[in-house]
């Protein structure tokens, strides 16, 4: 297949990189506002959702699943754990191991942050069909698949 992006003609502005990047900042920031009443970031609602569908994880899990840095993932998880939402649980049998769960109220505030995020996502959408959102959809994960392909090819070649 030949090439998307000419380098003669490449606008940086106009390209994927870009689109996806400030896509990704203003929904992000959108949220953050709308979060704000529950005292909530993107962030936390981020790692609230995942601990919710995962029901145990570690922060590392967190952090490999959503590409997040760990000394910021430390520090999110600390801020949840103070306003009650998360629970830290060291395993007996591996004292270097701490599973996260969400606490009851972690759990009954879950559908009232989700109702957020998909507020917010439908007005992003607004004037899109179904099916137009669905092909992004796929469309993007393919993408997702592309860079994965390319990375195991890149750590392979390392090697």
Request: aromatic share 6%; charged share 30%; glycine share 6%.
């Amino acid at each position: 297949m030949p090439d998307i992006y000419d380098v003669k003609t490449f606008e940086p502005k106009n390209a994927l990189g870009y689109l996806i990047g400030h896509t990704r900042k203003a929904l992000l920031e959108e949220i953050d506002r709308e979060l704000a009443p529950l005292d909530l970031t993107a962030a936390q609602y981020i790692i609230l959702s995942s601990l919710n569908h995962l029901q145990v994880a570690t922060a590392a899990d967190l952090c490999n699943g959503i590409v997040y840095d760990p000394g910021a993932m430390t520090r999110l998880i600390d801020r949840l754990e103070l306003k009650g939402f998360v629970r830290r649980q060291r395993q007996p049998g591996d004292r270097r191991r701490v599973d996260l769960e969400l606490t009851a109220e972690g759990k009954a505030l879950y559908p009232r942050m989700n109702a957020v995020v998909v507020r917010v996502l439908n007005r992003f959408l607004a004037g899109f069909t179904k099916k137009e959102v669905r092909e992004l959809e796929q469309y993007l994960r393919r993408i997702l698949t592309n860079a994965k392909l390319e990375k195991q090819v890149s750590l392979e070649t390392e090697q």
